[in-house]
């Protein structure tokens, strides 16, 4: 950290553009309109009130069925479907705001560059350049027979595709000059021609002659997001992310992923200044501490109960059917019979102790789970980002509804505020910029 105490501050919308909560006792009228976006142009606006730097908005294009083998589970409980574009729903919320981030996640095994360039540039410059881009390599073999292929690449190719997919992309923005529209009436020339390109990209993977047909996105390049885990995802994060997101529990984890990955930007020769890591978060509010205990009891109760949730989820990410296995048997006796093509460091992260059963496995969180009053969260993340070393955190809160928004951005986020540990303003009118400003 260079002496600034802030974090920067960011959501992650798990279940992308699909049903978020739709059968609590807050979930308003979600059931039936959750697919008009006045939803998510209420929550886009509270999270600009409290100044977050970005929301990511998830996205996978498949009906699972890897847990029973079958669709059950995850139709009858709106689990990953159904789920619209989450380009479209970018296009709503930047429309509705005029400082925050917005950035669909976009898979590289699923688009050509020519038309993820030109979609990412399209929304920098209907956004004065607010627009990102997660750059995901797609995981379950169902998404993959959705576009005319037999199931994935291995996991190690994909950020080999995903590397020329985003060098492709990157010269495709660059195929203009920034000042290469003069819209000069005077001459007559709109565009100088001498200032656009072809980029005649020839790779392993694509081919793209440019240059773009759009005008040059705000930015230059647009915000990159990326969320590796493994070894070879944490190289192509390292080399490429302008933030960088993480599961992790402990502030150990966070430092070793930290430490690890902007060693990786020094060494690809960034400067890691430039690379902010936010660790993903799921705080506990109540009003008082007593109350928000009570909450987190309630819902550690609840997924211990139901472990069918959870283990249907690790189905959604690996393909792998967990429904035939005793839930309460050690996982010494099953952990051979599991491996994935699909989130390789997701499993191995649950897997991994074989003491353990898949009962706990499902009761597992990814995120930090700091418990208590705004107050007491606000101080606890600030001592935890504080002996981390930076950079913030990635909010993911669920089933996500207005309630669960309005204690963050409208509880939290003050408390944070007036400790000095998040912004109170935006720095730049630019996503990179304001990534960049501390
Ligand atoms: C916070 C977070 C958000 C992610 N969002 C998506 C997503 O929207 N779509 C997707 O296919 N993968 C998503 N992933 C998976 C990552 O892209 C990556 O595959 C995963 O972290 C495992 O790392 P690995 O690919 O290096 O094994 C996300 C991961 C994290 C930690």
Redesign the pocket.
């Known amino acids: 950290m260079n002496g600034d105490r802030r974090m920067h501050l960011a959501w ?1 919308l ?1 279940n ?1 553009f699909g049903v978020h909560d739709w059968k609590s006792q807050w979930r308003g009228t979600a059931a039936t309109d959750w697919m008009n976006g006045e939803f998510h142009v209420d929550f886009i606006r509270a999270l600009e009130r409290a100044c977050f730097d970005y929301l ?5 294009a498949y009906v699972p069925d890897g847990y029973e083998k079958s669709m059950r589970y995850y139709l009858q409980n709106a689990r990953a479907v159904p789920k619209h574009d ?1 380009a479209v729903l970018a296009t709503v919320m930047l429309s509705a705001t005029r400082n925050i981030g917005v950035v669909p ?1 976009l ?1 590289v095994t699923e688009y050509q560059p020519y038309l993820l360039a030109r979609l990412v540039a399209t929304l920098d410059n209907l956004s004065d350049g607010r627009a990102g881009w ?7 073999d169902r ?1 993959a027979q959705n576009y005319g292929k037999k199931g994935q690449p291995a ?1 190690d190719l ?2 080999e595709i995903a590397q020329e997919m985003t060098d492709a992309v990157c010269a495709l923005w660059s195929s203009w000059d920034a000042d290469a529209v003069v819209a000069d009436l005077e001459a007559e020339v709109f565009a100088d021609h001498t200032k656009v390109r072809s980029v005649d990209f020839n790779g392993r993977f694509f081919r793209s002659r440019g240059p773009l047909n759009t005008a040059p996105p705000p930015q230059g390049r647009p915000a990159l997001i ?9 190289e ?2 390292a080399r490429n992310a302008d933030s960088i ?3 992790a529990t402990s502030v150990e984890e966070m430092k070793e992923y930290r430490d690890d990955v902007l060693g990786r930007a020094e060494a690809a020769g960034r400067d890691p200044a430039e690379v902010k890591v ?1 660790f ?1 978060c799921t705080p506990y509010l109540g009003e008082t501490h007593a109350e928000a205990v009570d909450r987190k009891k309630r819902h550690d109760d609840e997924v211990w109960a139901n472990p069918e949730a959870g283990l249907a989820g690790l189905g959604f ?1 690996t393909d792998i059917d967990f429904s035939p296995y005793d839930v309460d048997t050690p996982l010494q006796d099953l952990a051979a019979k599991f491996e994935t093509n ?7 992260a649950r897997l991994g102790d074989p003491g353990r059963t898949l009962r706990e496995v499902a009761a597992q969180t ?1 995120a930090v789970e700091p418990v208590g009053t705004p107050a007491e969260v606000a101080d606890e993340l600030g001592k935890m980002i504080g002996e981390v070393g930076g950079d913030g955190v ?1 909010f ?1 809160a669920g089933p996500l509804n207005r309630r669960v928004v309005a204690e963050i951005a409208d509880g939290l986020v003050p408390e944070l505020q007036v400790r000095g540990l998040a912004r109170t303003s935006y720095d730049s009118p630019h996503l990179r910029g304001n990534l960049a400003s501390f």
């Open positions: 992650f798990g992308g990511i908005i998830e996205d996978s989450p996640t898979a997660n750059i995901v390599t797609g995981s379950s998404a996991h994909r950020y990326q969320a590796g885990g493994s070894s070879a995802g944490r192509f994060a997101i993480a599961a936010l993903l990410i699909g989130h390789q460091s997701s499993l191995a990814h990635l993911v």
